[in-house]
C-alpha cells in the first residue's frame, strides 16, 4: 500500500457518483450550506463510505445536520455509528498525547503538535469531527535520545529495532508504540522526494500554547500552511481531510500573510508541492487562495497539467492512486521537484536494501 494513512478501496466501496458529488458539495460550499437536494439510497451510502475514507466522517455528521439534509433512516444511522467510533478513537488519541506530553515535560520538552489532535482543536468546531489515528510531535534533532527514553517511561517503545533513525539520511521521525497507541517523534518536519524539511527553523519560530494545561508549541501559521501542503502532497493528496484541513486554515482568520508563506515555501527544496496541495484545495474546496500565491509557487506547464490530471475530483475522491503502486510511484515521480534528488534518493534506498539483506536478520 502506497501510504500508510490511506485505506485501499474495495469493490463494494466504490463511490458512486452523487455519493462523491455530495461529500464535495458539503467540502466546497463549508461554511455555506451546498446547494441541490440530499443524496438518496446508493448514494447517500457512499457519501458515508466517502467521509469515512478520507478521514471527514465526524466533520460530514455535522455538516449533514447543519445543511438540513435528510438521509434515510439506516444511512443516517450508519453515519451516526461511524461518527461516534471516530470520536471514540480521536479520544484515545488525545489520552496518548496527553500521557506523552506529560512525559517529556519530565526532560523539559515542549514538542511542536503536527496534524492530529492539535491541529482539529484549533481548526475544527469540534476536535473530535476529524480522524486522527496517531500522535505527530517535533523535537529538536538533539532532544531525540532524551525524548525517546521519557516516552519508553510511558510504554512507547522504538517499533523498528534500530533506534537511531534520526541519523539517516531519508527519515524524518521515530515510531514509539505502545499499549496507548503511536506516537511519531519528528527531528525533521518531513522528508520527500529525496529531499527534507529541516525542523529547526520552524522550532525556533513556533508559537506557545496549551492543550488540557500542558505547555505546547504550534506552528506559525504561513510555516503550517507550507507543512501541511508538503505532506499532503507527499501522500498524493489521497486524502481529502488533508485538503479540508488546508481551507479551515485559510478561513480561520490567523491572519495569514500570503507573501510570507510563498517565501517559506520557496525556502523549502520542493515548493511545487505546496502549489499542488493549495492548488487542488482552491480547485476542489473553493479554499480562498490568492492567485498570487500560485503564480509565485507554480511548477512548470507540464507539471502543471499532470498534477490536474492526477488530482482531479473524480480521482482525488476515489483515491485512484491507491489502486496501483506502479502508478503511484510515477506520479510522485513525475511531479517531483527535482528529478536528481528522486534519483539520489532511489540509489540510497537500494543500497541501504543490499547493506540490510547482506547483514541479515541478526
Not at 20 to 31: D, M, V
Not at 141 to 159: C, H, I, M, N, T
Not at 195 to 203: C, F, I, K, P, R
Amino acid at each position: 500500500m502506497p501510504d500508510g494513512h490511506a485505506v485501499p478501496r474495495t469493490r463494494e466501496q466504490t463511490l458512486t457518483p452523487g455519493g462523491a458529488s455530495a461529500l464535495l458539495a458539503l467540502l466546497r460550499a463549508w461554511p455555506d450550506a451546498p446547494l441541490g437536494a440530499p443524496p438518496d439510497g446508493v448514494d447517500a451510502e457512499a457519501l458515508v463510505r466517502a467521509a469515512v475514507r478520507h478521514g471527514l466522517v465526524g466533520f460530514v455528521a455535522h455538516a449533514v445536520g447543519r445543511a438540513g439534509w435528510v438521509l434515510p433512516e439506516s444511512t443516517s444511522a450508519s453515519l451516526r455509528r461511524e461518527a461516534l467510533g471516530n470520536a471514540a478513537r480521536a479520544l484515545r488519541v488525545k489520552a496518548l498525547l496527553l500521557r506523552s506530553l506529560d512525559a517529556l515535560a519530565t526532560v523539559g520538552q515542549v514538542p511542536v503538535l503536527l496534524k492530529g489532535y492539535g491541529l482539529a482543536l484549533r481548526l475544527y468546531q469540534d476536535p473530535l469531527q476529524r480522524a486522527t489515528t496517531d500522535v505527530d510531535l517535533l523535537v529538536a534533532r538533539d532532544a531525540v535520545e532524551a525524548s525517546v527514553q521519557a516516552l519508553g517511561a510511558v510504554g512507547l517503545k522504538p517499533r523498528h529495532a534500530d533506534a537511531a533513525r534520526h541519523e539517516e539520511e531519508d527519515s524524518h521521525h521515530l515510531e514509539l508504540a505502545g499499549p496507548m497507541g503511536l506516537v511519531e517523534l519528528h527531528f525533521r518536519a518531513l522528508a520527500g522526494w529525496g529531499e527534507a524539511l529541516e525542523g529547526d527553523a520552524l522550532l525556533a519560530r513556533a508559537e506557545a500554547g496549551t492543550v488540557e494545561g500542558r505547555a505546547v508549541r504550534w506552528l506559525r501559521p504561513e510555516d503550517e500552511a507550507v507543512y501541511l501542503a508538503l505532506h499532503a502532497s507527499n501522500h498524493a493528496l489521497q486524502r481529502l481531510a488533508w485538503l479540508f484541513d488546508l481551507k479551515l486554515l485559510a478561513l480561520s482568520g490567523g491572519g495569514l500573510d500570503w507573501r510570507t508563506v510563498a517565501e517559506r515555501a520557496r525556502d523549502t527544496a520542493f515548493p511545487h508541492a505546496v502549489w499542488y496541495a493549495w492548488d487542488a484545495a482552491r480547485r476542489l474546496l473553493a479554499a480562498p487562495v490568492p492567485d498570487s500565491l500560485l503564480k509565485a509557487l507554480a511548477p512548470p506547464r507540464w507539471q502543471r497539467l499532470l498534477a490536474r490530471r492526477f488530482f482531479s475530483a473524480e480521482r482525488l475522491l476515489a483515491a485512484t492512486l491507491l489502486d496501483s503502486r506502479a502508478v503511484w510511484m510515477a506520479a510522485k515521480v513525475l511531479l517531483a521537484p527535482r528529478a536528481s534528488s528522486v534519483a539520489r534518493y532511489g540509489v540510497r534506498r537500494v543500497r541501504n536494501a543490499v547493506r540490510a539483506r547482506l547483514r541479515g536478520p541478526g
